[in-house]
């Protein structure tokens, strides 16, 4: 009885963690398609792919992986999903296609690079948007079954607002990641951009914090309700931190780039792990707010998942895959560390 009782729980947190992953692993790739557009030279386009044209289809693994354990674990949640949000989900596959094409045939191509570059810019930004536009969805919930609603449901300002947020959030992570890659001007113009968008990023938390709050009661009452509030206190506090950090390495980049003097390696790395953290700490937020439900107000992991067999019958598969895609996500990670030193050789 009670590993039937702690199997939803188990599946509800490795949920968690494939989305976390995915959003902080393929976030920063997605991200460097958002940022693509903002760099000039075929030069800064060749670095900025071959920055991430290693680790991109690897990072996707994550994916995959939450939408197995959500249709194995949680079927009916998969279910009211994949019905409402139809369209957004195929319309982020297709970006996510556009974007892997764009990989394999940008480099070999001369008169059509140009809609390669358009087609690897569109297809992230796509991807992201229609991610961001379904968490809002989600976040701001419905008393309605979503089986019942419109299949236009997604189509409200704030999805539409955390769309964007998304967007800005990857593009982010993408520019501190660039920093820990680059040397030189790219690295100055991506610390820059980095800035900017950190001051856009936490504005939007700030407002999505805000609308949380004050429109659901529910969530106003596990954040300020009683005393068990105080537990969930460090959480905006270290963001809150991490920005400040974040801001000021940043700072530090362009500042050492403008007295002509090589910016040590020891803090190269730390601006992503910055932006990591700012995230970590957004989505232990998100979950502070949500628990249990993986559909707020409708459907909580206990009532969506799936018979105790089905949770036994996929724990021998979960136990051998997910020890092989961390070992190989961080063996590859190690084998391409470092910086992206030309345009043409990559490494």
């Given at each position: 009885m009670e590993l039937s009782l702690g199997l939803p729980l188990f599946y509800f947190l490795l949920l968690g963690f494939a989305v976390l992953m995915y959003v902080l692993l393929d976030g920063f790739d997605l991200g460097i398609g958002i940022l693509y557009p903002w760099f000039n030279t075929d030069a800064e386009h060749d670095h900025l792919m071959?920055?991430?044209?290693?680790?991109?289809?690897?990072?996707?693994?994550?994916?995959?992986?939450?939408?197995?354990?959500?249709?194995?674990?949680?079927?009916?949640?998969?279910?009211?999903?994949?019905?409402?949000?139809?369209?957004?989900i195929v319309l982020m596959l297709l970006g996510l296609i556009f974007r892997?094409?764009?990989?394999?045939?940008?480099?070999?191509?001369d008169s059509s690079r140009r809609w390669w570059n358009t087609a690897f810019a569109a297809g992230s930004s796509l991807a992201a948007f229609c991610q961001g536009l379904m968490l809002g969805t989600l976040v701001q919930g419905s008393s309605d079954s979503l089986l019942n609603q419109s299949s236009l449901n997604w189509l409200s300002p704030f999805s539409l607002f955390c769309g964007f947020a998304v967007m800005a959030g990857y593009a982010l992570l993408a520019c501190c990641y660039l920093v820990m890659k680059s040397r030189g001007e790219l690295q100055q113009k991506a610390a820059r951009y980095g800035q900017r968008l950190l001051l856009a990023v936490m504005l939007a938390m700030l407002l999505v914090s805000l609308w949380t709050v004050f429109i659901e009661?529910?969530?106003?009452?596990?954040?300020?309700?009683?005393?068990?509030?105080?537990?969930?206190?460090?959480?905006?506090?270290?963001?809150?931190?991490?920005?400040?950090?974040?801001?000021?390495?940043?700072?530090?980049?362009q500042r050492q780039f403008q007295a002509e003097q090589e910016v040590q390696s020891?803090?190269?790395?730390?601006?992503?792990?910055?932006?990591?953290?700012?995230?970590?700490?957004?989505?232990?937020?998100?979950?502070?707010?949500?628990?249990?439900?993986?559909?707020?107000?409708?459907?909580?992991?206990?009532?969506?998942?799936?018979?105790?067999?089905?949770?036994?019958?996929?724990?021998?598969?979960?136990?051998?895959?997910?020890?092989?895609?961390?070992?190989?996500?961080?063996?590859?990670?190690?084998?391409?560390?470092?910086?992206v030193e030309d345009f043409q050789e990559g490494y």
């Open positions: 071959r920055s991430v044209s290693h680790v991109w289809d690897g990072n996707e693994t994550w994916l995959v992986f939450g939408g197995v354990i959500l249709f194995g674990a949680f079927p009916a949640a998969y279910a009211a999903i994949a019905s409402q949000f139809y369209l957004p892997g094409v764009a990989f394999e045939y940008r480099f070999k191509s009661a529910e969530i106003r009452l596990r954040w300020f309700g009683g005393w068990h509030g105080l537990w969930f206190v460090p959480l905006p506090l270290l963001s809150l931190l991490a920005a400040r950090l974040l801001f000021r390495d940043l700072g530090r980049v020891r803090h190269e790395d730390r601006p992503f792990w910055l932006a990591a953290s700012l995230f970590l700490f957004a989505f232990a937020g998100l979950v502070v707010s949500v628990f249990p439900y993986l559909l707020p107000r409708q459907l909580d992991y206990l009532q969506a998942a799936a018979p105790d067999s089905s949770l036994q019958f996929m724990l021998p598969g979960i136990f051998i895959f997910v020890p092989l895609i961390c070992a190989y996500t961080l063996w590859g990670y190690r084998i391409f560390a470092g910086k």
